[in-house]
């Protein structure tokens, strides 16, 4: 079992819907989770980070963790074309030295 | 201004040549990486050094050699290219746990 599971897709999702991607982890030690942007080519940009069960939210994009049921989800609020990337999600242990766990990736495709 | 940097940006080169990659990072982090991307796109950690003390050495083989000259800058050397180190690496830094990747290497073995 991979330690941090994604779906690759891709997700089509139409301009001005909500695109919805889960991430599922299996180390119960995991205390920091992240969803990082990358369009093809590029890096990883950082888009959100979240500690705490519960919702956070950042202009269009909401993070959702559920540490009981060991997820995380990513929420994009009126998808937009240039929304059309691969998102990681990342996970870091507390006495990891940072080391960040990373998902395949869901590839996002928003279209017009 | 450039906050991770990594020269050069692509790598061609014929298997069993030695190369070095590197990076330097103007955010004042005391923490870098090194990753690699593979041809499926799937990230992975190889090292990590924070104030040029090794802290993350992954199962990684040994032909990998980092170095950090100071808490600035990591490089990265790799003996013996084989086909199979055909990735794209990723260098990053950290200010706590939130990380800032350079823009990759390409390296491609021929």
């Known amino acids: 079992q991979k330690e941090v599971e994604q779906n690759s897709g891709p997700l089509s999702v139409p301009e001005g819907a909500i695109a919805s991607l889960n991430c599922t982890y299996s180390d119960r030690g995991s205390q920091s989770f992240f969803w990082y942007r990358q369009y093809s080519g590029k890096s990883p940009e950082l888009i959100m980070f979240?500690?705490?069960?519960g919702d956070k939210e950042d202009g269009r994009f909401t993070a959702q963790l559920n540490k009981a049921s060991q997820y995380v989800s990513l929420l994009i609020r009126d998808s937009q074309p240039s929304d059309s990337a691969t998102y990681l999600c990342a996970v870091v242990r507390t006495d990891s030295w940072g080391k960040l766990q990373f998902g395949a990736g869901t590839q996002v495709v928003v279209t017009p | 201004d450039t906050a991770v940097s990594q020269t050069p940006k692509y790598l061609v080169t014929q298997m069993g040549n030695d190369k070095s990659i590197k990076c330097e990072q103007n955010?004042?982090?005391?923490?870098m990486y090194w990753y690699k991307q593979d041809s499926k796109k799937f990230l992975k950690i190889m090292f990590s050094?924070?104030?040029?003390?090794?802290?993350i050495n992954e199962t990684v083989p040994n032909r990998f050699s980092p170095k950090s000259p100071d808490k600035a800058h990591l490089n990265l050397h790799i003996n013996s290219l084989e086909l199979g180190d055909s990735a794209v690496y990723f260098c990053?830094?950290?200010?706590?746990?939130?990380?800032?990747f350079g823009p990759g290497t390409r390296l491609l073995v021929l």
């Open positions: 050094y924070n104030n040029k003390e090794l802290i």
């Open positions: 979240i500690y705490s069960n």
């Open positions: 990053a830094s950290s200010h706590a746990e939130t990380q800032y």
């Open positions: 955010l004042g982090h005391d923490t």
